[in-house]
């Protein structure tokens, strides 16, 4: 025990059932290591952002999310501002945030690395209505993906991802969108806008290979059109994050970039569906803005 106080925030429903399930021995692994902690449960849609900001008044220094990243989002929204630092213990169905972090997928090592963290000091990024991701903005091919993967019942984790993504190879349209920012003013037709803090998007796809979570920018990769056919061959590429050399591809690392599009967009904010601003929209970086509990 190292004196510090930890408040656990979970969503028992993340994962489709897999926080649930893991629960009972992350509990068992805090009690185990004599962890001191209080928890609550989530029941509602950005509830996290309100507890996470009773933790901090309430004297904790140490905010725990156990769920998916759009868990993390949540508490990370309540912690901006603060001392306090953020704690992951994965348990959703993407899990790209502590993926990104280094933090261990199984939630009972994840508790393990707790009391031995160390704090690393990392960007978030922030769309101008106010609202801030840890991970990334999402627009296109991926956001229709994440919310394929929320409504399956049976399949989770990187193969659900991998069977929407698939899928929606063969029935997404590509959309309008204009980019302006430093260095770039451009109208493009895409299939995929990624604006990235993070390196991963829709479990383990590395949609922002370059992304660094403490440079001070966000990496915005935009995928052009292809064939359905050939879209099929570059998914690959995508996931592994070998598709910046393709022609159809246009990648910036920028402090800000603004969007606008004649298109109604399909968006999702670290995983979960998110709505865009109406007309154009600025998303920016707020470098060094959160504290987050990693390996040391």
Do not use: W
Request: hydrophobic share 45%; net charge positive.
């Amino acid at each position: 025990m190292n004196g510090e106080k930890y408040f656990l925030i979970v969503n028992l429903i993340a994962g489709q059932g897999r926080c649930k399930a893991a629960f009972p021995k992350v509990k068992a692994a805090f009690e185990r290591r004599h962890i001191a902690y209080d928890l609550h449960y989530t029941n509602e849609p950005m509830e996290a952002v309100d507890v996470a900001k009773m933790g901090i008044e309430a004297g904790f220094t140490r905010i725990i999310a156990m769920g998916g990243d759009g868990t993390v989002n949540e508490v990370a929204n309540g912690l901006l501002g603060s001392s306090a630092a953020l704690g992951v213990i994965p348990a959703g169905t993407g899990n790209d945030f502590g993926r990104m972090m280094g933090i261990p997928s199984d939630p009972v090592d994840a508790v393990r690395m707790l009391p031995q963290g160390v704090e690393r000091m990392i960007d978030v990024g922030r769309v101008a209505d106010g609202r801030y991701f840890v991970n990334g903005l999402g627009i296109g091919i991926d956001a229709q993906v994440a919310r394929d993967v929320l409504a399956m019942e049976r399949l989770r984790g990187a193969p659900a991802y991998i069977y929407a993504a698939v899928k929606e190879v063969f029935r997404f349209e590509a959309f309008p969108v204009r980019l302006e920012g430093q260095g770039i003013a451009e109208d493009l037709r895409c299939i995929s806008l990624g604006v990235a803090n993070g390196r991963y998007c829709g479990g383990g796809f590395m949609l922002a290979p370059r992304a660094t979570v403490d440079d001070g920018l966000i990496d915005v990769a935009a995928i052009g059109d292809f064939p359905k056919v050939e879209r099929l061959f570059r998914l690959p590429q995508a996931r592994a994050g070998k598709h910046l050399k393709l022609s159809q591809v246009r990648y910036v690392q920028v402090p800000r970039i603004t969007l606008s599009s004649e298109a109604k967009l399909i968006a999702h904010m670290d995983g979960e569906p998110y709505e865009v601003p109406r007309g154009a929209f600025s998303v920016g970086v707020v470098p060094k803005a959160l504290r987050v509990l990693v390996p040391a």
